[in-house]
Every structure is written in structure tokens, then in C-alpha cells.
């Protein structure tokens, strides 16, 4: 059974691109979580999704967006990139969404941003 | 601000000692509490988790103990060995979503 997977590994974008992050959640999971994580830091809530709408979101801007799919894989959008954008961006996949649902994490995709 | 607060920054102990890393909370909307491990470049994985109805849940080596009067839990780890060494972040989540507060991670290194 795969587990969390996510595309791609690495990107390196510049300053003002935009940039689409892809998540596969685990098997059975109806739900999707992002994290920002910064080198050396906490990962920082973004949003979570489930039944394909946004449910709970992070103190990120209106640059970070999302979206999920029928077959419950979910992207993650960030337009008009910053500098500070620069960090390790993780999926987490639960299936249900109240807090004793375990979520388990992707590998994650760094991004870095020139 | 850090709504999860966590302690040490970073911790060495020899093999087979007891690592312990300390973490406490303000929001009394917080009822779930989950233990994370991160090697560098992976996900952080789940290695145990407390609700507050429970004051010590042990699982294998991993003992997390709970005081909810204080507001803070805590990571035993038993017999630390040179492959525990890795980043360790306390969590906590209200109950209605897993929406978690990250604690700032505790970098362990076991020495052989």
C-alpha cells in the first residue's frame, strides 16, 4: 500500500513565478493537510481539504491556494512567489478530519525560490 | 505567537539513556496530543499520541506523560540508541479537525 506521495521532489522557481505542488493521498484517505516548512523550523498549517472544498486554513495568504479532486489528490497553488515561499511544502492525508484521525505525512517537495 | 511551546532546542545523550523532551500549551480547546519524528529530508512520522482523559500512554520505548492541571506533556524516550537521533516536534489539534500547532522540534542525538 503506497503511502503519501508527492511531485515533484525538488522545484526551483524565481521570484514573482507561480508554482503547483501535487499530493497522492494514502489509500482509504478522504483527507488532504499542507504544511509550509521552513529549514530548521515547525511546519506551519496552510489549509486542509476534504470533500473537495477547503475546510480550515493557516494565517497564509490569498497567494496559497488549493484544490482537491474527486479521487481525493489535491494541489497546492502559490502565485506570485516570494523569497520567504522558499521551504519544504508537506502533504498529510487523514481518512476524516477530527483531530484522533491520524494523519500521516508525505516526503514532501522542496521548494526553493531564486 | 507559539501556541505550542517546546523544550529543549536540542539534546545529546548516550546510548541507553533517557531522553526527555518537554512541551506546553495555553488553548483548552486542545484535546489531542501527537509526538512527531523527522529525519532530515523526510515527512515527520507519528510515533505516539494522547488524548487528556489519559495521564501516561507508553508504546514500546515511547512514554508520553500528560498533566493537564499544568497544561504539559512530555516525550520519554527509554534506551535511546544512535538511531533515535532525529528531530522530534510535540503537536496539538481540537478535537473538531486535525489542524495541528507544531512545537518548535527538540534535535536529538544519541551517542554510541
Known amino acids: 500500500d503506497a503511502g503519501v506521495t508527492q511531485s515533484p521532489t525538488h522545484l526551483i522557481k524565481t521570484r514573482g513565478q507561480q508554482v503547483t505542488l501535487r499530493c497522492s493521498p494514502k489509500?482509504?484517505?478522504?483527507?488532504v493537510s499542507w504544511y509550509q516548512q521552513a529549514l530548521g523550523q515547525e511546519p506551519q498549517f496552510i489549509f486542509q481539504y476534504y470533500e473537495e472544498e477547503e475546510r480550515q486554513r493557516g494565517n497564509f495568504p490569498d497567494r496559497f491556494s488549493g484544490h482537491q479532486f474527486p479521487n481525493y489528490s489535491s494541489e497546492l497553488n502559490v502565485n506570485a512567489l516570494l523569497l520567504g515561499d522558499s521551504a519544504l511544502y508537506l502533504c498529510a492525508s487523514s481518512f476524516g478530519h477530527l483531530s484522533t484521525d491520524t494523519q500521516y505525512f508525505g516526503p514532501g517537495t522542496r521548494l526553493t525560490v531564486l | 505567537q507559539q501556541q505550542v511551546k517546546q523544550s529543549p532546542q536540542s539534546l545529546i545523550v548516550q546510548k541507553g539513556g533517557i531522553s526527555i523532551i518537554n512541551c506546553a500549551y495555553e488553548?483548552?480547546?486542545?484535546?489531542?496530543f501527537p509526538w512527531y519524528q523527522q529525519f532530515p529530508g523526510k515527512g515527520p512520522a507519528l510515533l505516539i499520541a494522547i488524548r487528556p482523559d489519559v495521564s501516561e500512554k507508553k508504546e514500546g520505548r515511547f512514554t508520553i506523560s500528560f498533566n493537564k492541571s499544568a497544561k504539559q506533556f512530555s516525550l520519554h524516550i527509554m534506551d535511546s540508541q544512535p538511531g533515535d537521533s532525529a528531530t522530534y516536534f510535540c503537536?496539538?489539534?481540537?478535537?473538531?479537525?486535525?489542524?495541528?500547532?507544531f512545537g518548535s522540534g527538540t534535535k536529538l542525538n544519541v551517542k554510541p
Open positions: 489509500s482509504g484517505h478522504d483527507t
Open positions: 488553548n483548552t480547546a486542545f484535546d489531542y
Open positions: 503537536a496539538a489539534s481540537p478535537y473538531n479537525f486535525n489542524k495541528f500547532y
